[in-house]
């Protein structure tokens, strides 16, 4: 079974400056995906991004990167020049890849909460 | 246009009452998910439905039922609700497995 595991309960940051978001993960698996999503106070939850794991390049979107380690099963969020709407709960998620399947099942990290300070 | 709809958005419901949930995806995705929050903001995977057959069935007391009538909507329905039950129930859909689009979920409380 894959388990995620994100070590910090809480972060905070200042607005406009850079912030990371750890998350590892534990699987057998060689074709997976991970992913981080975000959950503001309207508790609605967001795709923030994607990784797959056979890309050795690391996903960004905008202000979101991360750095995906895949020998140490490491995943983290870098978010450049934080804003206060990012201020949400950040979860990183694992989905194993299962060749055509439309369907597939997200293991999700405990969460980290994120504030961002004016 | 809302893609994944939830009714109700709240529920406040009494220990022992069967209520249900619904879910409405205008995507025209194949498959459908429930996932479930508990009071520390875990999330866990429930059920999965693809052309309205049942794909996954986690560890969930049969208490909990879901049903696809149609591959736009996915129902769950709990009988008997238990004060552990308190949760946020989402709702999502995909048509590719790395893709999935969440409902705004609905809050259950049972007093």
């Known amino acids: 079974a894959q388990t995620v595991t994100q070590s910090q309960p809480e972060m905070s940051v200042q607005e406009a400056e850079t912030v990371t978001l750890s998350c590892t993960y534990d699987?057998?698996?060689?074709?997976?995906?991970l992913f981080w999503y975000k959950q503001p106070p309207s508790r609605q939850m967001i795709l923030v991004i994607r990784?797959?794991?056979?890309?050795?390049q690391n996903a960004t979107e905008n202000r979101f990167s991360v750095n995906f380690q895949k020998a140490a099963k490491s995943f983290s969020l870098k978010i450049s020049d934080s804003q206060l709407g990012d201020t949400a709960m950040y979860f990183c998620?694992?989905?194993?890849?299962?060749?055509?399947?439309?369907?597939?099942?997200?293991?999700f990290g405990q969460g980290t909460i994120l504030t961002v300070h004016p | 246009d809302t893609a994944v709809s939830q009714t109700p958005k709240y529920l406040v419901t009494q220990m022992g009452n069967d209520k249900s949930i619904k879910c409405e995806q205008n995507?025209?995705?194949?498959?459908m998910y429930w996932y479930k929050q508990d009071s520390k903001k875990f999330l866990k995977i429930m059920f999965s439905?693809?052309?309205?057959?049942?794909?996954i069935n986690e560890t969930v007391p049969n208490r909990f039922s879901p049903k696809s009538p149609d591959k736009a909507h996915l129902n769950l329905h709990i009988n008997s609700l238990e004060l552990g039950d308190s949760a946020v129930y989402f709702c999502?859909?995909?048509?590719?497995?790395?893709?999935?689009?969440f409902g705004p979920g609905t809050r259950l409380t049972v007093l």
């Open positions: 999502a859909s995909s048509q590719l497995a790395y893709e999935q689009f």
């Open positions: 699987t057998s698996e060689s074709n997976y995906y």
């Open positions: 990784q797959e794991a056979y890309k050795q």
């Open positions: 998620a694992f989905m194993k890849r299962v060749g055509g399947t439309s369907y597939g099942k997200l293991t």
């Open positions: 995507l025209g995705h194949d498959t």
């Open positions: 439905y693809n052309n309205k057959e049942l794909i």
